[in-house]
């Protein structure tokens, strides 16, 4: 059988355990059900991994149906009771991967659960949505997920592969120059300008997208800056 995904570096290897932190003090213990032995190690439903500051978190597996592990979701350890579910990997194309269970027939994300027990209440079905601060969907911990509308949910997605620059909102202009744009909220693109470099088009971007987008906005990385 094939090896389940590695945890993310930090974690403890065999059987895994679950962190909990009472104050100033850690206490560990061993998380029931386990779901499949792979290569002699028992995989359990969880990994610790270490504290982070003064709160640690522990990873969550996403199963395939016969209990392999696809890939690892990140909680804080308050949500740790979440680990009892099974959950498995929802893998959404251009939106990105997310983790989803089926309940009692009802299909339910790991993120909204998360973010409405942060909120204590319920999200408006259709005016709010999930948004995951750093672009990584399957990291649920309360401090990267905010309440977003469509919009704003939509100005955070990550730049997606197949087009001709590796940079949101720059293109190739027909004499070799980049071209820079930016939808403003509507279907209408707004143009930014015509470039001698691909750096300065996305430098053009990341200004335009603060100004439309704000805290939402998803900035290129240019020359290890944004």
Known sequence: AARPPPAPAGAFSGLALVLTR????????????????????????????????????????LCRRDGSVRAWAKVDDVDADLADERWRLSDRGKYGSYCDCNRRGAERYMHRVILQRKLGRELIPGLEFTDHVNGNGLDNRRDNLRVASKRQNMAN?????????????????????????IRD??????????????????????????????????????????
Do not use: C
Request: aromatic share 8%; proline share 3%; charged share 20%.
């Open 22 to 61: 009472l104050g100033t003090q850690t206490r560990l213990r061993v998380p029931s059900k386990p779901l499949a032995i792979t290569g002699g190690v028992v995989m359990s439903r969880t990994l610790v991994t270490e504290p982070v500051g003064m709160s640690g978190y522990i990873l969550i597996a």
């Open 157 to 181: 997605r990550a730049k997606r592969s197949g087009f001709t620059s590796a940079f949101l909102g720059v293109s190739v202009f027909r004499d070799g120059r980049w071209i820079a744009k």
């Open 185 to 226: 909220g509507s279907r209408l693109q707004r143009h930014l300008g015509v470039f001698d470099t691909e750096a300065e088009a996305a430098r053009a971007y990341n200004a335009a997208a603060s100004e439309v987008h704000g805290e939402f906005a998803r900035l290129n990385v240019v020359d290890g800056a944004v």
